[in-house]
């Protein structure tokens, strides 16, 4: 289903792109006023040269905006791979068999106990 709408979104905007660019083909002089440059383009190419580098900047932010959320996942990531190395190693010592004069298995403070 996601395919059929990605097709059904990207046939159309690329068709509306192709022509937006075939009508669009006359000359447009591109000048950056207080540096020497100046170019001659299509309009499409500078429309498209916008949309680009719009495109990129709103990724940048994004990215930047994420990284508090990304170091949080990792942290939970550590924590959670920790807790499962602590619970196979108390699976572990609860299913090797006690010694007979062996006292009882200490109580770790400030947990509950297993259910």
């Known amino acids: 289903m996601r395919r059929f709408l990605n097709w059904l979104i990207l046939v159309p905007a690329a068709l509306i ?8 083909r006359h000359l447009t002089r591109l000048d950056f006023d207080p540096l020497p440059a100046a170019f001659e383009l299509p309009l499409f190419a500078v429309a498209f040269a916008a949309l680009f580098l719009g495109l990129l900047l709103g990724y940048v932010v994004s990215w930047f905006a994420g990284g508090r959320r990304r170091r949080e996942a990792r942290e ?8 499962q ?3 196979v190693s108390l699976r572990a010592d ?14 770790i403070v400030g947990r509950s106990a297993p259910r």
């Open 94 to 107: 609860a299913a090797r068999p006690a010694a007979p004069n062996a006292p009882p298995p200490a109580r």
């Open 17 to 24: 792109l192709g022509l937006f660019a075939v009508a669009n």
């Open 76 to 83: 939970v990531r550590r924590a959670l791979d920790d807790a």
């Open 85 to 87: 190395k602590e619970l």
